[in-house]
Nanobody, 126 residues
Framework: QVQLVESGGGSVQVGGSLRLSCVAS????????VAWFRQAPGKERETVAT????????DYTDSVKGRFTVSQDYQKNTVYLQMNSLKPEDTAVYYC???????????????????WGQGTQVTVSS
């Protein structure tokens, strides 16, 4: 089991930037995918981005493409989510999660991610 801790959330104005960090307590292998999810009040949790740890293959939901970038620091067991050009609709609690995945591409299904962080709040105001 991997323990994950997110940080970097906060309050920003429209157009601002934040970088979220997800630090794993133990080694994440190249067999893991790491995903960022978010949940806004009254809405279902949605997948924001995924990354194949090690190889670095990444994917994004359409609403954040071109604005968000997921990256990794293999030696630090850390995954980042750089969020630029933030919009009010990006307001949510952001979670990182890790799961074993032996395919080339990571899935977006929450059920495929067994280890979750506690979440970090992102608030974007106009």
């Amino acid at each position: 089991q991997v323990q994950l801790v997110e940080s970097g959330g906060g309050s920003v104005q429209v157009g601002g930037s934040l970088r979220l960090s997800c630090v794993a307590s133990s080694t994440i292998s190249s067999s893991h995918c790491v995903a960022w999810f978010r949940q806004a009040p009254g809405k279902e949790r949605e997948t924001v981005a995924t990354i194949r740890f090690g190889a670095g293959y990444s994917d994004y939901t359409d609403s954040v493409k071109g604005r968000f970038t997921v990256s990794q620091d293999y030696q630090k067991n850390t995954v980042y989510l750089q969020m630029n050009s933030l919009k009010p609709e990006d307001t949510a609690v952001y979670y990182c999660a890790a799961g074993l995945n032996y395919g080339r591409l990571c899935t977006t299904a929450q059920r495929d991610y067994n280890d979750w962080g506690q979440g970090t709040q992102v608030t974007v105001s106009s």
